[in-house]
């Protein structure tokens, strides 16, 4: 929900159907070619960045771009921070200004624009059965990951043995951020499911959750997912504790109802 004391681009948004967003903190050395990537991938597509009031400007540096090119909209969040959160809200004002799906990605390239429209289609595949929620996938034939260390790696296979096997969500790559959503989902998940919303990284493994226990139609299609090269990752250890905290407590749900 936008708040009083946030900035916000211009208000009037053209129609369209599909928003592509990112949620940013100290992108600045990213931002500006992310959004010319974006925009360049389909002439069709509407770009939102939620900042979180990065100290490196990054915030200033997307609203004097949006105030230039109508396709680009800016809401800088003061008050509250979270990756999770920031998406949320983002996927929230997208469909308010009646997109009818919304792309996340991430704000560093390790998603690469040009395979947004790729995305697109998995959602409405020509003369195939249409999802609710596809996944740029890692962990399926053809997805790789490019420039990680070991124990990154190793991480990312237990969160999602654990997304499949302890929350019973059939996917390989539950948290892949890069995704799109068919945004009348988010009014299809049960309030007591929203209540459990995390605010910081856990939340892709709990959209996912939230979308199965609602019975959305989940699909994954190949990406080659490239650490970023540019800035710093905001993944400390800290965020790591919560986010596991997050898991337990989506697994208490799952099988305790409580």
């Not at 997912?225 to 337990?248: C, I, N, W």
């Amino acid at each position: 929900m936008v708040m009083a004391s946030d900035l916000y681009s211009r208000d009037d948004w053209p129609p369209g159907r599909v928003l592509v967003q990112a949620a940013t903190y100290n992108e600045r050395e990213n931002i500006e070619h992310l959004i010319d990537a974006v925009l360049a991938a389909s002439p069709d597509v509407q770009f939102l960045v939620v900042d979180d009031d990065s100290p490196d400007g990054t915030g200033r540096i997307a609203l004097e771009r949006a105030a230039r090119e109508p396709r680009l909209h800016v809401l800088v969040r003061r008050g509250r921070r979270g990756l999770g959160s920031a998406i949320l809200e983002g996927f929230e004002l997208a469909r308010a200004r009646g997109f009818a799906v919304g792309v996340n990605m991430d704000a560093d390239f390790s998603h690469d624009p040009a395979d947004i429209p790729r995305l697109l289609v998995a959602l409405d595949p020509p003369g195939g059965k249409p999802a609710d929620v596809a996944i740029g996938s890692r962990r399926v034939g053809g997805g790789r990951t490019v420039g990680w260390p070991l124990s990154r790696h190793v991480a990312s296979r237990l969160v999602g043995w654990f997304t499949r096997r302890v929350l019973g969500v059939p996917v390989r790559d539950a948290s892949s951020g890069f995704r799109t959503v068919r945004l009348e989902l988010l009014g299809r998940v049960a309030a007591a499911d929203a209540a459990a919303c995390p605010p910081g990284y856990a939340f892709f493994e709990y959209l996912l959750w939230a979308a199965h226990r609602a019975g959305a139609r989940i699909v994954e299609i190949p990406i080659t997912f490239t650490d970023r090269t540019r800035g710093a990752s905001k993944a400390d250890a800290a965020e790591v504790a919560r986010s596991a905290a997050a898991l337990l407590r989506l697994a208490r749900i799952t099988w305790l109802g409580m």
